[in-house]
């Protein structure tokens, strides 16, 4: 029950800030400002509410970690090759405001908090996986708050990528015990979906193909990430 109301206050808290910014100010300066406020928010959540420790391990298993994040790798050098291109760099301030600040907040909010705390609630065996599911699942729902800005079909599709993707960063944190893992690849994947868009709005209408490889890939490396054999480690990192 605390789970859904501290996602609930929270996605209250995301509409509402939509109204304390003057139309005039720049995006950018708009997006940061109201991911600060209900991070602030979320911040207080965990501190009265959820009470989680936040996971920033960085004594240990860095060579695990580096080979775990191979996607990001990739991603990451698709931003940067973007991010030096002339074409682009008209749109860096909005991406890196909106891949920053949602980033940030997003990783902190349902990685940090919502995953471990429905891992700890969940009195089963299938404790973890029910953990990533529904953290997950609140994450791709959350993001059904942009139908104010932008299509139904574009924002399904963007919740269901949002929930697959979900999946895999809820995995990285799981095996890594540091958040900083999935901060990074959340900000790679924001940044160059901005930087060559030029908009924060999501436009992509369904294509299946790319859907199917989203999941064939990003749903594959979470069970292969969250196999078995590994969830002793991650009950022991996390005391579980």
């Known amino acids: 029950m605390r789970l859904i109301l501290s996602w609930v206050i929270v996605m209250i808290t995301i509409l509402l800030s939509?109204?304390?910014?003057?139309?005039?100010?720049?995006?950018?300066?708009?997006?940061?400002?109201?991911?600060?406020?209900?991070?602030?928010?979320?911040?207080?959540?965990?501190?009265?509410?959820?009470?989680?420790?936040?996971?920033?391990?960085?004594?240990?298993?860095?060579?695990?970690?580096?080979?775990?994040?191979?996607?990001?790798?990739?991603i990451l050098t698709s931003a940067v090759t973007l991010a030096l291109d002339p074409r682009y760099q008209k749109n860096l301030v909005l991406a890196l405001s909106v891949a920053?600040?949602?980033?940030?907040?997003?990783?902190?909010?349902?990685?940090?908090?919502?995953?471990?705390?429905?891992?700890?609630?969940?009195?089963?065996?299938?404790?973890?996986?029910?953990?990533?599911?529904?953290?997950?699942?609140?994450?791709?729902?959350?993001?059904?708050?942009n139908l104010g800005k932008q299509p139904l079909e574009p924002t399904l599709i963007q919740g269901a990528s949002a929930f697959l993707i979900g999946l895999f960063m809820a995995a990285i944190y799981l095996r890594t015990h540091n958040l900083i893992w999935p901060i990074l690849f959340h900000f790679t994947n924001d940044f160059g979906s901005v930087i060559s868009s030029g908009t924060a709005v999501y436009t992509s209408y369904l294509n299946p193909v790319r859907l199917l490889g989203t999941l064939i890939l990003f749903g594959g490396l979470s069970a292969f990430y969250l196999r078995k054999d590994r969830q002793k480690q991650i009950k022991e990192r996390f005391n579980f």
Do not use: C
């Open 18 to 74: 939509a109204f304390i910014f003057p139309a005039t100010w720049p995006l950018s300066t708009t997006i940061l400002l109201q991911d600060v406020i209900v991070l602030l928010i979320a911040i207080l959540i965990n501190h009265f509410v959820i009470k989680e420790r936040i996971g920033l391990d960085f004594k240990s298993g860095l060579s695990n970690a580096i080979v775990l994040n191979i996607p990001t790798w990739f």
């Open 100 to 145: 920053i600040s949602a980033a940030v907040f997003e990783e902190y909010f349902f990685r940090g908090l919502l995953l471990p705390y429905a891992i700890r609630h969940f009195n089963s065996q299938h404790a973890i996986l029910f953990g990533v599911i529904v953290s997950s699942v609140l994450f791709g729902f959350s993001h059904m708050l």
